[in-house]
T-cell receptor, first 114, second 115 residues
Framework: EAGVAQSPRYKIIEKRQSVAFWCNPI?????LYWYQQILGQGPKLLIQ????????DSQLPKDRFSAERLKGVDSTLKIQPAKLEDSAVYLC????????????FGPGTRLTVL | KQEVTQIPAALSVPEGENLVLNCSFT??????LQWFRQDPGKGLTSLLL?????REQTSGRLNASLDKSSGRSTLYIAASQPGDSATYLC??????????????FGQGTILTVHP
């Protein structure tokens, strides 16, 4: 079974630029998560989707971050405009059904904002 | 608000040693606790998942215990090997509501096993 796919793996941008990350979950997984992991810290949940609906986005900085999951499969996370403090690894995870299932993580996208 | 703390932040041991990683959480109302491994530049790999009703889980050389009432979990690694070198993260999941799937992570323990 293929794992969670993410692209790009690395991205370097200047502050105030825009950037987008893409995630393809494991086939058949209804729940998708985006996490932000700052160097030296554990991941922090940004947003959780159940199919194409948002379950939890309480920690998403909505003034600059947006995410969508059209058709309940792939998802994109966008930052516009980026700030220096957005430098982090952005991890995508998926689980089969509800939030109680084990989460499987992708390799992440490492973002550097200069 | 749930907070998860892992001690120690870093650990360096010689090959073959048995070791214990600690995880504590402030709110004992959890659904389950999960231990992950993260290699440099990689995503997270799930190692063990303990439901709130369980006391421990074992997989190979790994054993994780859970004492929900005291807000503690330990990950025991037997006969450590250089390939065990990685960052180990624990995460807890709340019991329900809109934050059902929301994992709260500790900051991780960086483990180095030297030959």
């Amino acid at each position: 079974e293929a794992g969670v796919a993410q692209s790009p793996r690395y991205k370097i941008i200047e502050k105030r630029q825009s950037v987008a990350f893409w995630c393809n979950p494991i086939s058949g997984h209804a729940t998708l998560y985006w996490y932000q992991q700052i160097l030296g810290q554990g991941p922090k949940l940004l947003i959780q989707f159940q199919n194409n609906g948002v379950v939890d986005d309480s920690q998403l900085p909505k003034d600059r971050f947006s995410a969508e999951r059209l058709k309940g499969v792939d998802s994109t996370l966008k930052i516009q405009p980026a700030k220096l403090e957005d430098s982090a690894v952005y991890l995508c995870a998926s689980s089969f059904t509800s939030g109680s299932d084990e989460q499987f993580f992708g390799p992440g996208t490492r973002l550097t904002v200069l | 608000k749930q907070e998860v703390t892992q001690i120690p932040a870093a650990l360096s041991v010689p090959e073959g040693e048995n070791l214990v990683l600690n995880c504590s959480f402030t709110d004992s109302a959890i659904y389950n606790l999960q231990w992950f491994r993260q290699d440099p530049g990689k995503g997270l790999t799930s190692l063990l998942l303990i439901q709130s009703s369980q006391r421990e889980q074992t997989s190979g050389r790994l054993n994780a215990s859970l004492d929900k009432s005291s807000g503690r979990s330990t990950l025991y690694i037997a006969a450590s090997q250089p390939g065990d070198s990685a960052t180990y993260l624990c995460a807890v999941r709340p019991p329900g509501g809109t934050s059902y799937g929301k994992l709260t992570f500790g900051q991780g323990t960086i483990l180095t096993v030297h030959p």
